[in-house]
């Protein structure tokens, strides 16, 4: 009996393990759908990552695999370096259109693969990664004049308040101060407007809504940070730059820019970019730097502002060097940035999978129906057949499904449609190692054994065969996870976790409830 | 107690030759099936190219989207209309790879097909654009995964079993591979990436449904000294009978309620699971027992001959 704790106490451990692996995903899933797709809220970002997602094919979405065309690249330029220039548009751009859980990765050495599950607006999308970036130079206006600009756009906004969406006012947008209510002050910060992270996709909605450039003074325009900034203690955002309409200079001067340490004399050990410029952008530059010591200089890359480091001197020979709170990396990401402005050969679609979310939701609709309906008819199978047996059987299903459903889970897959087939399937197949014990039990019976030996024999005969049978569709799986892409690497998993959680509930489980119930009772027959 | 088929004695050695001959016969039709066909019909992910599925407002006619098409540009689309003519598919071939930015087919089709059919409203239900080198790839891929499975399998099976055990499995996965690929063939269904997950899906049942018997072979070998014969072979086949036919059983349910319920997206696969489950139980007894059993029968005959030439040697 001691060995039966012990497997009670492993059953109640796995299950233990399976619900905490299961719980984000309840909680998630039990939002309302609108309130799920919300990409800044922090307590959802972190449910999202562990929760059960669902596969481009199921969701809907875009798997794009873009390539460097090769041939059009001038002699002497790295490919490995293109790849990173493009990436590093890819995800500026992805990041302002607002997709919860973009995917952007390096895919050999001149690919890139971007997935962006449950977008809709597929034109806008395509617009979006195949444009040439736009890398632009423009002065941030005095303090004093920023305050008007922001003052007279948050007194336009609240003039045509009915252009604000509903949904906005409702939720803590002021119909007096639409605008200046939004914004955070941070001490440290004086002077700029700034707004805390969690506000963003408000601030964004509320500059959608009206026309913000009819509303500026003809001569400005407003341009937030790119990537989040330190506000001060314990708060981060975006500053709101307001900048110069027209570029003061365009990326096409910059003719090279590499991260380096130690440009600040003040600061030796500090990252810095120390950027080159043609002899037409040298001429700008000393004339832009000359007029404006003092003042700050925004880098804009696709209307965002990368970066707005302050001019301390005048620049003569179009050498520039950055410098500010920079880590190594985020210097090198400005590097790249700066040599982004054009990409020196174009990007070719190799492969591209869009599902729309109509199909998707059938998918899903069909995936379920055939999962339930296939279920019920080996559930009434098994009893039928197996009688009470058979609700031991079920029992193992229905166990084995959750672990499958808890290992998914934990092991961060992701859900598609070939990925419910294998469930389906498991479904299917997960009865087999039942019936082979069970047939075995059926043939020790009828060959005079009592109950008990022959409930011994049949799972200890059947054992063999059931771990044999399970570790051939195990390789096969394991193979389609290795060579299958996206959708079937989901099917691959599913399979593979069902086996392994199958030959546990189907064998060892069952055998449990087998001998718990033979052992109070000196049973003379069994239901089977 | 309900039960199927206990105490079945079925000779199913004695009709190997008809069944080895059926399968030929099969496979034989598949091929020249496929001679016929020009080829199988590679779907988008193998061949590259383009598909588009779109469902329209309302219904249009099939010969006036092709015209709406071929103005378009697109004089070599195939078009399949579905759901009383609201949905279409529509498959493009696609020689070059476009360049980032320009607009994606589905907007050209759609394009093309509102010019003629002023104010009609798509929604786009999936896209797939496959380059052709992305095609060769994923054709490679499919190869090599099909090959290294059959291959994992007949390592595993060879060390658990006699290596003649191992080859009559193997031969049922062949078998089973290229019944499928024929069936395919027949109803004139495209080869895809699903196709290929339900091929090796079927090689990982039909060899647990076969290590099942063979199983029992073993175990009944273990208690004789003679070689194993016909006899044994349908002992062991009838014993396991029972659990062979209810665990189809099960499955096929599922499989068709994917077939049935599932959706478009996995119809394809569902169909070729149940052609595989079918011929996957077949196999298991008559081409992977019954190759097993003619191989040990051979290796028999040739060790009685050797000892009777030993024998004769000594005299």
Redesign the interface.
Known sequence: MRSYRWRLGLLVLLLGLSVYSLLPTFQFYSRPEAERSDTRDPILKELRGKALKLGL?LKGGMH????I?KTKLPPGVQVRDVVDRAMEILRNRIDQFGVAEPLIQRQGEDRILVQLPGLLD??RA??L????AQLEFKLVKQAAESRQVIERLNRAMAGRSSDIPDSLLADSVSVANPLTDLLYNAPEAAGSAAVLEEDLPKLQKLLESVNVDSILPRDASIGLSAKPERLDQGHFGRFIYVLNRRPDMTGEVVSNAIMRIGLDPRDPGSAGVSMTLSNKGASIFRKLTGANIGRQLAIVLDNRVQSAPRIQDRIPQGEARITGHFDSAEARDLAIVLRAGALPA???????????P??GR??V???M???V???I??VL??L??YRGSGVIAILALILNMFFLFAGLAALRGTLT??G??GI??T???A??AN??IF?RV??EL?SGKTVKVAVENGFN?AW??IL?????????????F????G??KG?AIT?GIGLIANMYTAVFVARMVFEALLARRTARSLS? | ???VL?GARIPFMRYRRYAYLFSLAIIVAGFVSVLLHGGFRMGVDFAGGILV?Y?FDRPLESDHLRRALANGGYKDAEIQASEGGETFLVRIPAPE????????P??RVLEAIQAEFPGVKG?????????P??GRE?SH??F??VL??LL??LI??GV?YEFKFAIGGVASLAHDTLVILSVISFTNKEIT??I??AL??I???S???T??VF?RIR?RMKGSARAPDADLFDLSIN??L??TI??A??????????L???????HD??FA?LVGVGFGTYSSVYVASALALDLTIGAERRRLAAEAQAARVKA
């Open positions: 094919d794009l695999l873009l390539e065309d597929k034109e395509v617009q990664i195949g444009q040439m174009p990007l070719r679609v190799v492969e591209e999978r869009t599902v729309g109509t199909l059938d998918s609709a069909g995936g129906r055939a999962g309906v296939g279920a008819i080996v199978f098994m039928i057949y449609m070939p419910i087939a389906v399937l479904v299917g197949m009865v087999d019936i082979l047939e059926r043939e009828r005969r063999r065969t044999d049978s399970n570790v051939t569709t195990l390789i096969s799986a394991l193979v389609l290795r060579f299958g892409s959708p079937i099917f399979l089977i | 107690m309900l039960q206990v599925e469902r790879e476009r360049v980032a930015g320009e607009k994606p589905s907007q929604d786009l239900l999936r896209e797939e654009v496959v380059g080198r992305v994923l891929r499919a090599w995964a290294l499975s994992g399998i595993y099976v658990r990436i699903p290929i997950a090796l899906t090689a990982g049942y060899i647990n449904d290590i099942v199983d175990e014993q396991t029972s659990r209810i665990t059983l099960t499955v096929i349910f599922t499989v068709e309620a994917l049935f319920m599932g959706g478009s997206v996995i696969f569902a699971m």
